[in-house]
């Protein structure tokens, strides 16, 4: 029998990931799409023949219980939330309802409406903040330190409390920095990349930056989604940290761009104190043995490559705008 998925944020960059893999695999694939006024469909836009999207907000419980009973999932995957940490100072409330109450709403309509679906929660290493241990493991209390670190907490948690409260298979993935050329412009890694390829090509003259000091444990999305799939094949749930259990600094992200196109950074780079967090998450490194060794997980890409891939990505979606004479803004 053809197993069934239902994917909230599937037009982001995981989502999109996440949907490739699992059509690979033969399932029937939906998507939860919130209802804008200009639809975003560029990491899926491939994919519009195979998949089929349903509208529903993660704020409403009744639109969510139709699309669980619409797609009948075998297994629901959490992705969506308002994931931007900047913007979470910005918008705390909204950060809370989306990233926190939004998990209650759809971990309620699955159990209302389809219990044995096994359930996916997207958490984060923001959970972790200012780090009580390094490395950080499944085990690690967290300090989150912005309102989206905040909100990820109450939907991690939320989820182990209806796992022991109603015996449901819910499980989350505490998933480090995780980029690729599919990210939003507004996250560092895809702000370097893009910056980097108009830089080469005679279109910006310099990138700012804010603490280039700050370490990550980076990651390339394609590969960590594969984990998401392997959490849910499991006999029993659980959380697992997923990593490459290596930190680089954001002043190693910017030379390895930089040096990729022939450039040296410290010509075009400046740091502006408008881009520092209020409250800054310095180190991040996460411990992946866990899903080493229960789910036999691991990354094939290496942070060089990755970092490689994505300025690549650019200077060709750049590139082929000015053939197209796209204005480049």
Known sequence: MTKRALITGITGQDGSYLA????SKGYKVFGLRRRTSIPIMDNIGHLKNEIELIEGDLLDLGSLMRAVSISDPDEVYNLAAQSFVATSWVQPVATAQATGMGVTNLLEAVRLTKPEARFY????????????????????????????????VYGHWITVNYRESYNMFACSGILFNHESPRRGIEFVTRKVSDAVARIKLGLQTELRMGNLDAKRDWGFAGDYVK???????????????????????????????????????????????????????????????????????????????????????????????????????
Not at 20 to 23: A, G, N, P, V
Not at 257 to 286: I, N, S
């Open 20 to 23: 490739e893999l699992l059509l």
């Open 121 to 152: 929660q997207a958490s984060s290493s923001e959970m972790f903040g200012k780090v009580l241990a390094t490395p950080q493991k499944e085990t690690t209390p967290f300090y989150p330190r912005s309102p989206y670190g905040v909100a990820k």
């Open 227 to 329: 984990a998401m799939w392997l959490m849910l094949q499991q006999d029993k749930a659980d959380d697992f940290v997923i990593s490459t259990a290596e930190t680089h600094t954001i002043e190693e992200l910017v030379d390895i761009a930089f040096t990729h196109v022939g450039l040296d950074w410290k010509d075009y780079v400046v740091v502006d104190q408008r881009f520092v967090r209020p409250a800054e998450v310095d180190l991040l490194l996460g411990d992946c043995s866990k899903a080493k060794e229960k789910l036999g997980w691991e990354r094939e890409v290496t942070f060089e490559q990755l970092v490689k891939m994505m300025v690549d990505s650019d200077l060709a979606l750049i590139n082929e705008n000015l053939i197209k004479g796209v204005k480049i803004v």
